[in-house]
């Protein structure tokens, strides 16, 4: 069992950025592959970025590539997004998910935290 609390929202002008942090409960944190997902009001929640477990590989949305950078330190149990160069369209409620498997659909994941709001005013 992994719980998961998401913080570091706020708001923000264009341009800016942000840094959210995920904090994970459970001794098997490490062995869980880590995404961050958004879902702005009216939308589906979308894939934004995610890194593995095994190899740490990273992945990344098409439209947020090169603007955020996702980490993790399995010694703290914290996965982080580092958010810059943000736009009014990055406005959304930000959740983080914690899975066996790394990947971009949301089904992979089993554990969700219950998000953070980052609001990017023009």
């Known amino acids: 069992q992994v719980q998961l609390v998401e913080s570091g929202g706020g708001l923000v002008q264009a341009g800016g950025s942000l840094r959210l942090s995920c904090a994970a409960s459970?001794?098997?944190?490490?062995?869980?592959?880590m995404g961050w997902f958004r879902q702005a009001p009216g939308k589906e929640r979308e894939f934004v970025a995610a890194?593995?477990?095994?190899?740490?590989?990273?992945y990344y949305a098409d439209s947020v590539k090169g603007r955020f950078i996702i980490s993790r330190d399995n010694a703290k149990n914290t996965v982080t997004l580092y958010m810059s160069s943000l736009k009014p369209e990055d406005t959304a409620v930000y959740y983080c998910?914690?899975?066996?498997?790394?990947?971009?659909?949301?089904?992979?994941?089993?554990?969700w935290g219950q998000g953070t709001q980052v609001t990017v005013s023009s």
């Open positions: 459970g001794r098997t944190f490490s062995r869980h592959a």
């Open positions: 998910a914690a899975g066996d498997y790394v990947g971009l659909r949301k089904g992979v994941y089993d554990y």
């Open positions: 890194i593995g477990w095994i190899t740490i590989t990273t």
